[in-house]
Antibody
Framework: EVQLVESGGGLVQPGGSLRLSCAAS????????MSWVRQAPGKGLEWVSS????????YYADSVKGRFTISRDNSKNTLFLQMNSLRAEDTAIYYC?????????????WGQGTLVTVSS | EIVLTQSPGTLSLSPGERATLSCRAS???????LVWYQQKPGQAPRLLVY???SRATGIPDRFSGSGSGTDFTLTISRLEPEDFAVYYC????????FGQGTKLEIK
């Protein structure tokens, strides 16, 4: 069974930093592109970032480019999101999600999410 | 960036009825990359349909997807109580974008 478990969320002041983690199990982690998708309170979904299976090719939404860094440790089956220069509009539940396959550009497994609140 | 607009914003129907949800793109989307998710309160989204019309694993056949170009539809043939939720469409062009969602509520 595929499991994705996020952690690291919390309350942070504007301009601060936070590092999210996503522990994966139940599949061959290094063969899948992994992503972060966020959802502001009461709002829709927004793709944030993706990382190739090998960990050498990151992708970012324009809204986070230059502030967020995605990475992965395939030896520990873990995905990370380093978030710097946080803004109030970054407040959201952050989901870790698995890209379905090399041909299918969608997310077939999701974690339960971790809440990030940016507020003074 | 391709913008997806879903309609209606809220759909009020009764169990047993047929639901038709629309997703319109600001420019043509490859049918291979149009996707639908279901999200219930307090839960993560769940993949329903990918590649416009392929049901994900474990999704009942009352859910069907169709469309091409800029107009796509998710149809639920006979609503079950557990189908009342928010539905999102998503596309992939140079990046992923989602529609704003359609809330399907019990009438």
């Amino acid at each position: 069974e595929v499991q994705l478990v996020e952690s690291g969320g919390g309350l942070v002041q504007p301009g601060g930093s936070l590092r999210l983690s996503c522990a994966a199990s139940g599949f061959t982690f290094n063969t899948y592109v992994m992503s972060w998708v966020r959802q502001a309170p009461g709002k829709g979904l927004e793709w944030v970032s993706s990382m190739s299976g090998s960990g050498d090719t990151p992708y970012y939404a324009d809204s986070v480019k230059g502030r967020f860094t995605i990475s992965r440790d395939n030896s520990k089956n873990t995905l990370f999101l380093q978030m710097n220069s946080l803004r109030a509009e970054d407040t959201a539940i952050y989901y870790c999600a698995r890209k379905k396959s090399s041909r299918e550009y969608c997310f077939d497994s999701w974690g339960q999410g971790t809440l990030v609140t940016v507020s003074s | 960036e391709i913008v997806l607009t879903q309609s209606p914003g809220t759909l009020s129907l009764s169990p047993g009825e047929r639901a038709t949800l629309s997703c319109r793109a600001s420019q043509s989307v490859s049918g291979s990359y149009l996707v639908w998710y279901q999200q219930k309160p307090g839960q993560a989204p769940r993949l329903l349909v990918y590649g416009t019309s392929s049901r994900a694993t474990g999704i009942p056949d009352r859910f069907s997807g169709s469309g091409s170009g800029t107009d796509f539809t998710l149809t639920i043939s006979r609503l079950e109580p557990e189908d009342f939720a928010v539905y999102y469409c998503q596309q992939y062009g140079s990046s992923y974008t989602f529609g704003q969602g359609t809330k399907l509520e019990i009438k």
